[in-house]
């Protein structure tokens, strides 16, 4: 079945610095989505990508999606204490009926001020 | 727009008790919900997908009669936990599909089975 991982698993930044976390898929994917987490908290959509190659950006965060659509990055500029949490990437399966996201396993962004 | 509540929030329950979690898409209609569940500090895992008016789809590994999905309407599905054991302890998401690839979350129900 569709695999995704994701890397790091944990990232300690000082505050200001820059975050990338990374997201591989075993198959092709039709699109990505990427999630944040706070502690205690439920996902939180942040972006989809659909095209391959796509570079889409939120203010401090730019996302990318691969050529192959294989693979995709979520970066951040000059961290924030409010960046803190959870980014999980995402990809859509589809077919025979079953649905639904398979998730990395998300990289916890943990920021020193 | 596109909100999807869970209730309860929080439930504690004695272990063999069954526990029903209830999630609802406030202002739009889902033909497809999914439910995931989330150990600590790890990622979440597709239970489900949950089509109304029919059975739901488990992924493997998934006890259909353990964790029971019924979606009765386009803005109502339910998933009861059958028989609890303190394993089934976990926090339970779901969340409901507007169109194509855009669902939303739900808060999360967060079950403990003592």
């Known amino acids: 079945g569709q695999q995704v991982m994701q890397i790091p698993q944990y990232q300690h930044v000082q505050e200001g610095e820059d975050f990338t976390t990374y997201c591989n898929s075993s198959t092709t994917l039709s699109n990505i989505q990427w999630y944040k987490q706070r502690p205690g908290g439920h996902p939180v959509f942040l972006i989809q990508l659909v095209k391959s190659g796509e570079v889409k950006k939120q203010k401090r965060l730019t996302f990318q999606f691969g050529e192959a659509k294989k693979n995709s990055s979520l970066h951040i500029t000059a961290t924030q204490t409010t960046d803190v949490g959870t980014y999980f990437c995402?990809?859509?399966?589809?077919?025979?009926?079953?649905?639904?996201?398979?998730f990395g396993k998300g990289t916890h962004l943990i920021i020193q001020p | 727009g596109a909100v999807v509540s869970q209730h309860p929030s929080r439930v504690i329950c004695k272990s063999g008790t069954s526990v029903k979690i209830e999630c609802r898409s406030l202002d739009f209609q889902a033909t497809t919900m999914f439910w995931y569940r989330q150990f600590p500090k790890q990622s979440l895992m597709l239970m489900a997908t949950s089509n109304e008016g029919s059975k739901a789809t488990y992924e493997q590994g998934v006890e259909k009669d353990k964790f029971l999905i019924n979606h009765a309407s386009l803005t109502l599905s339910t998933l009861t936990v059958t028989s609890a054991h303190p394993e089934d302890s976990s926090f339970y998401i779901c969340?409901?599909?507007?169109?194509?690839?855009?669902?939303?979350f739900g808060p999360g129900t967060r079950l403990t089975v003592t």
């Open positions: 995402a990809g859509w399966r589809t077919g025979g009926g079953a649905d639904g996201l398979t």
């Open positions: 969340s409901a599909r507007r169109q194509a690839y855009e669902q939303y």
